[in-house]
């Protein structure tokens, strides 16, 4: 019994472990937080679906780029419509920029014809944090095994210029082609532009 | 007037005034010359001149981890080219967690213009200036810019611009890069750079031309040595390949600050201490490490203490016990019994060190105390404290054999069980820290698997340091009472310190995760003691074994259920949970800087839930009504660290100060280093550090 004991002892100081910042390959971090619409919604509830996070500030100028050009709502649009979860992420603290409450965030959804499965409130930040996200945009993808294997920018061309999206690579769109049709993601990290999430 | 006056005039207007800036929402564009004219067939100096508003910053060719470079793109006349922007070095803008890299005051972005020769009359060139312009808001902005001057045949320097262009030059790297080596090992990015220019440098930085190489956030550790620079950074979550060079600007700070190009190609570096960037001034020898004997006498000190620190706590009764036990046989026994548990105690802190090096190695940000922060591994030490309680009570016997294998363990006279014990012994003193013991773990982690090993094993020997002695030198032990049936009273009694622990390890789960995670583990708790019921005191039928064994399976089975992981909405501890230090604030470096922005002095307290020399210290010296009022008459900020979930940005500070786990306290004066304040406080010493520190800002 000792010797089992302690031989399961180290087998959990070895795999047991402890998760610290989202990895790639990892489990992505769990959360929950309530929607625009009121219902809460966890990661775990996903569990066998593709879910792009997308986090999101409307006065920010990388965001309009993105929203005013309609490129962000046809790709929630497309994604969706094979089959993923869009989850639109809203960290700004009252009183900075970006912060909606639920009604605001649906106006907004409304006004812009934008087509996420949910915009999630977290005005505390915390969910931000525990991804990391450090932009507005700044993309997540979680494969339907609950584990992260996009992160990064919207696409590849850093910049606030609507004319330059057609010149980018989709980080997201690709990542998600190439994990639908079973390859590994080419770029699974990239360095995500935008204006800073504003946090507390 | 006639036409041509007319056109004249215009004429005479355009050169008079060749470009008027434009004022764009925070910031002011122009382009200027160096030159009151081109000179043809000759290099010639232009810039993009912007002026944020006081607050507003622009960025650096890598703008670090938001923000964007200024472009320039050109129109200009036929045969003449633009080359690119030379950027002066950046300063460092903060925002959160984020750091950019750009300039926050009137900045030339210098570029040469090749005119060809044999031309004559006025040019006007073109640029289209996008820029973004931050402060905690960005607004992206662009201008179309020109700037008209005639060919002219000597340079006359134009008066108010041509000082800017020298101030900027300053500003530039020197073309000549330094040469170095890098490597990116351990999760970050290290730099070495020999070069005459380091010798006398007071303090350098590296600002990366890659964007994604390290993290912009994270600190960089430097150690100077004569001419020798080393550097070392957290690398990139986007880190992608392994570059073939490293390139980037290092600014050195030799009185004056001077920039120089670093172009560096892979190599072996050896790390940064931790420590070395906590000095504001270098160390004249370049190594702020304690030596490996240093370490490793740490280290043995470090764990003879252990085993006074509050949090060896629960296992004292498991020891008492043993002790005792051992003082029956006759003196080679006593011998045999201290090198077993010697040997458990030393091998399993080697194992701890193997797991934490192993899974650094991966990435993940540990350190002493880790699997902690593993609500599965809280709740299985529930389960081995519950067991081992449970024998002490008399329920079971551990020491028969198991499915008849060890029937040669009795004979040896338990050996194995002293060997268990010193494994137990580490187990249980994971959770805290000695002093000694941070400085010589810390100093462990950054070196090489053998050396750490070594230190490792060391604290091990300390820790069993006392029983070794008692085993080996017998009359040490003679002050012990003899053995007799007593002991069988005092074993018993013995078991509820460990039921205490049993709660303790509940309550920190419930602290990580949740109140169903708890329920989940009581009932495994509950379905262990009737697994440990069934197979009693002594060898049970097969049948019996077979459904304790089924239990005891499921009771592990438990564990792993989902909701036994890390709950996202957790309060950390000292904020809300632990009464009486309401005033005490979440940890972030932001914030402290913000404090120390105020002028305020401010405590640190890294602490987490399943530390018990942390707690201990709460509940009797910051809990103390002397110490709250010294601190408050001092006007000290408080805030809090807690680790008791993973924290890469606590691992961070802890790594920073040399220490691998909790707790570690920082008394920051207002200006200047923080002091490091002792492991186990008393309210005496915590006023003292108050009084002393806030009388060095005096002077």
Known sequence: ?200 | MTKPTLLAAALLWAAAAPAAPVTAPHIEAELVAEHTGWLAGAPNWVALRLKPEAGWHTYWRNPGDSGLPTTLSWTLPAGWKAGDIAWPYPSQHKLGELVNYGYDAQTLHLVPLEVPAGIDGDFTVKALAKWLVCADICIPGQAELSLTLPVSEIATADPLWSPRFLDTRARLPQAEPLAGTFAVVDGEVRLQLDAVELAGAAAVEFYAYADNLVNHGARQRVALDGTVARIAQEQSAHFGAMPQTVEGVLVVQAGEKYAYAVAATPGEVATVAAAAEVRATPPASGSAQPSLWLALGFALLGGLILNLMPCVFPVLSIKAVSVLESRRGDASAERLHALAYTAGAVLSCAAVALAIILLREGGQQLGWGFQLQAPAFVAFLAYLMLALGLSLSGLVQFGTSLMGVGQGLVEQGGFSRSFFTGVLAVVVASPCTAPFMGTALGYALTQPLHVALFVFATLGLGLALPFLLLGFFPALGAWLPRPGRWMETFKQLMAFPLYLTVVWLLWVLGRQTSVDAVAIVASGLVLLAFALWLWGATQPPWPRAALALLAAVGALALLAHPAIRISAARAPAGVTGTAGTAESEPYSDARLKELRAQGRMVFVNFTADWCITCKVNEKVVFQNAEVRRVLAEKNVAWLTGDWTTPDPAITAVLERFGRSGVPLYLLYPPTGEPEILPQVLTPGLMIEAVAWVSSLERK
């Open chain 1, 1 to 200: 019994m000792r010797t089992n004991l302690s031989i399961l002892a180290t087998l959990l100081l070895v795999t047991g472990l402890a998760q610290a910042a989202p990895r790639l390959g990892e489990p992505a971090p769990a959360f929950t937080l309530t929607g625009a619409d009121g219902k809460a919604y966890s990661l775990a509830d996903y569990k066998g679906k593709y879910v792009v996070l997308e986090w999101t500030n409307h006065d920010c100028p990388f965001v309009k780029k993105h929203y005013k050009s309609g490129n962000m709502q046809s790709q929630q649009k497309e994604l969706t419509g094979k089959g993923a979860v869009w989850l639109s992420v809203i960290s700004s603290a009252p009183g900075k920029q970006g912060h909606v409450d639920a009604a605001g965030a649906n106006a907004l959804t409304q006004s812009r014809g934008a087509a996420p499965t949910a915009v999630l409130l977290d005005p505390s930040g915390d969910v931000g944090h525990q991804y990391e996200a450090k932009t507005t945009p700044h993309m997540y993808v979680v494969a339907p095994d609950g584990k992260l294997i996009y992160m990064g920018g919207i696409d590849s061309v850093p910049s606030s210029d609507a004319d330059d999206i057609a010149k980018a690579t989709p980080y997201v769109k690709v990542a998600l082609a190439e994990a639908m049709g079973g390859k590994p993601v080419t770029n699974a990290s990239t360095k995500p532009y935008g204006c800073s999430v504003k946090y507390q």
